[in-house]
């Protein structure tokens, strides 16, 4: 048996190690949004021969575009964002970018958000959020018959939430990665991920406790983790074989939206053993001290 | 019929083979040599086919938000469905095949969301339904012009309004001319527009009147009389397939509420197959992966998980192309995704399995007591994905969360994957080890 529980102060040590940046990251430069969020105008343009970044923008000036930016993407075309635009304007920025470069682009996304709908869906993930992590909360209470449990496990959940954010919000700093609408899925699917293998270990200890065993408490949560780990790390590489294949290998669209399942799945792996358990233990360790006096 | 493994087993077989038929693209058959001759085909027997969306097909989507402000909120659904049917006639006239029209109403915000596959350029999207279809009657600026010998194509810049637009038609139909038999379209104005219609037929008698719609002229007839009684027929030497053309745009014309463009997206069909391609071989490498990582990991009973994962690979994908469910690009990232957690019940058992069997149990006892006990992890995990994907789809349309084809492609095929590796991680694969699977115990 491994005793996890002496080492409690390790982990908190490095989710602080990889929260702290994250957190300040997010409180410094926050979240990069995408158009899905403040409304605009995104083109995605693919030409035959390569065409300089420079080419494009001074065309988009011409055209008395609002460019917000413009970026080579890996498969060779350009993606330029911008305020939300009329179709003239557009029009006529994909005209003098012909003549300019003496060759047609094909516009292979052409997407408009308008202001409206980006409120709305903040607001929205937020309700969505809430209400996933509310459930969660009282099916866990609920199954474990214990708030406790609960209340552990929405820790580590949060905990895995608050990872996936702050290395976008790094991202977002370092490598102009976006949060979109897929991002916003991610995120909310990692909630269930995180529990998923948080729940193999409290099941453990529900069944101890069930049976009796007459155990020190953080005995049994070492038990518990010694015995489980193994199937919830074979559980998460599975998982991660299938993310890290549509990270490398699937289309640019589903990349990041991908990586972001990624950093939550290995975040929710981690916190089901190191985040939810001990505090669960120290939790108990509390309870216990505050009885005695 | 169920109440033996090997029963089970055949049940399964027989299962799988049905699946093989409604996946594999009835193409790839015919390549084989083994397809069907046309006609010993069963009639009536489904052609099925997986429906993609339009960030994998090509098309465009938009969402428009009506302006209510001057309808009465009593009428309000009623201006928004009928607004809605416009837009899906004149979206079926201009012949874009499948497209879907619905209307969407959360407290205070009418939308009408409209899916195009096919049509990439979204200025013709928009052309096609984004502005208010505004009918208009106008008259020539310049009274030479509105001479018979004049040939001056009437446009919005020689023109000006005589103040009747598409909001006094009740309605304009096809008709057939008493005489020749020739088809002509009828047109009638509700009250206030009869008055006004009578007021300028009087005033440009004569003279042409045109009819605008979208600002385009549309035609301009010769106002013969002054018209009183609200009723009018334009006769222009067409045909009859001109004429109900031109009833349809006059009747769309007759947009009930001003419409705003509040998102578009369109995707070319070049990035759709490019992402589709990708992601199947993302989607195949990792299947491999986890397959041999599951032997690797289990040995023969990684083999028979490995079974039934192919199983639950055929009976998801039959069940997206029954249902059917649209595929997107997100939606077949939830079905990758989906396939990493489906061994996740085995992984479960197996582990159990292996501790009971540590605990000095014969195998098959263990097998028995493994199933048994990992049922209430495998049960607490998954329900918990499940509540997450229902929040996400937001099956009852709630105001209060996402409404998003994105969003709900990813939850709706996540779902299923949760659901069906039940069925096979635990039915499946439970049959086959009863079935397949001998272990001597020490």
Redesign the interface.
């Known amino acids: 048996m491994i005793r996890f529980s002496k080492y409690i102060w390790f982990y908190f040590i490095i989710s602080s190690l990889v929260l702290i940046p994250g957190m300040v990251a997010l409180a410094r430069f926050g979240l990069r949004p995408a158009i899905d969020f403040t409304g605009g105008t995104l083109l995605e343009l693919q030409f035959k021969t390569d065409i300089a970044q420079p080419t494009v923008e001074a065309a988009a000036r011409n055209a008395g575009l609002a460019l917000v930016s413009v970026q080579k993407t890996r498969t060779g075309t350009i993606i330029a964002r911008m305020k939300p635009e009329t179709n003239e304007k557009i029009d006529a920025f994909g005209a003098g970018l012909a003549s300019i470069s003496s060759q047609s682009a094909e516009v292979v996304r052409n997407e408009t958000v308008g202001p409206i709908l980006g409120k709305e869906l903040l607001m929205k993930t937020v309700a969505a959020a809430a209400v996933a992590i509310l459930a969660i909360l009282l099916y866990v209470a609920y199954a474990f018959k214990n708030i406790k449990f609960g209340v552990s496990a929405v820790a580590a959940l949060i905990h895995d939430l608050l990872v996936v954010l702050g290395s976008f919000a790094l991202l977002g700093h370092f490598l102009n990665v976006e949060v979109d609408t897929l991002f916003v899925t991610a995120f909310l699917t990692t909630m269930s991920f995180s529990v998923h293998d948080t729940i193999v270990v409290f099941d453990r200890i529900r069944e101890m406790l069930k049976r009796g065993e007459r155990l020190p408490f953080e005995s049994l949560c070492d038990r518990a983790l010694t015995e489980t780990i193994g199937r919830s790390l074979t559980n998460s590489l599975t998982i991660i074989f299938m993310l890290l294949a549509l990270v490398l290998l699937g289309g640019s669209t589903t990349q990041w939206f991908a990586v972001a399942l990624l950093i939550g799945t290995v975040s929710g792996t981690y916190s089901s053993d190191f985040v939810a358990t001990p505090l669960l233990i120290l939790w108990e360790k509390w309870e216990k001290r505050k009885k005695n006096f | 019929m169920f109440k033996t493994p090997r029963r089970i087993f055949f049940w399964l077989l027989l299962l799988t083979i049905l699946l093989v038929v409604v996946d594999v693209p009835s193409s790839s058959f015919q390549k084989l040599g083994l397809g069907v001759p046309e006609n010993y085909k069963i009639k009536g027997f489904p052609e099925f086919k997986t429906h993609l969306g339009l ?1 994998l097909s090509g098309g465009t989507h938009v ?1 428009l ?1 009506a302006n209510m402000k001057d309808i009465k909120p009593e009428d309000r659904s009623d201006a928004l469905e009928s607004a809605r049917g416009v837009i899906e006639r004149r979206i079926n006239f201009f012949g874009v095949s499948e497209p879907i029209v619905q209307s969407s109403r959360s407290n205070n ?1 009418y939308r009408i969301i409209v899916e195009m596959p096919g049509v ?1 350029d ?2 013709r999207a ?1 052309a096609l339904i984004g502005q208010t279809a505004q009918l208009e009657f106008r008259e020539y600026l310049n009274d030479k012009d509105a001479t018979p010998g004049a040939l001056t194509f009437p446009t919005v810049k020689t023109t000006k309004p005589v103040g009747l637009t598409g909001k006094d038609l009740r309605r304009a139909q096809v008709t057939f001319n008493t005489q020749n038999g020739t088809p002509e379209v009828a047109l009638e104005f509700n009250a206030s527009g009869a008055k006004i219609f009578s007021d300028v037929t009087a005033r440009l008698v004569g003279k042409p009147l045109a009819i605008f719609l979208d600002n385009m002229p549309i035609m301009w007839p010769r106002v013969n009389t002054a018209i009183t009684d609200g009723r009018a027929v334009i006769t222009g030497g067409f045909n009859q397939e001109e004429a109900k053309t031109l009833a349809m745009q006059l009747n769309a014309g007759a947009l009930p509420v001003p419409v ?9 069909a ?2 759709g197959t ?2 589709v391609v ?2 199947v ?3 195949l ?3 491999a ?2 397959a041999v ?2 032997i690797a ?1 289990y040995g023969r009973l990684g083999i028979l998980a490995d079974l039934a994962l192919v199983l639950y690979g055929l009976l998801t994908f039959a069940i997206f192309r029954l249902i059917p469910v649209t595929l997107t ?2 939606g ?2 939830g079905f ?2 989906s ?3 489906a ?2 019940s085995n ?2 058992i197996f ?1 159990r399995y292996k ?1 009971e069997k540590r605990a000095g149990r014969p195998w098959k006892v263990a097998m028995e007591l493994g199933f048994g ?1 990992a049922w ?2 495998i049960r ?6 499940l ?3 229902l ?2 789809f ?1 099956p009852g349309n709630w105001s ?5 084809g ?2 709900r492609g ?2 709706i095929t ?1 779902f299923i994957g949760v659901l069906v590796s039940l069925f096979t991680g635990i039915v499946v694969t439970r049959t086959l080890i009863r079935v397949l699977y001998k272990e001597k115990d020490i």
């Open positions: 960030d969402a938000e915000s990439t979204t200025a928009e705003t463009v509040v998102e578009k997206r369109s995707v070319g070049t990035l490019e992402s990708k992601s071989r993302a989607g490498v990792g299947l992966i986890v990582f599951m990991q690009l997100p077949i990232a990758i995704l396939i990493g957690m061994v996740d992984i479960l582990e501790e006990k209430d992890s607490d995990a998954n329900f918990t994905t509540i997450t994907c929040v996400l937001n209060l969360l996402p409404i998003s994105l969003v990813f939850a996540l």
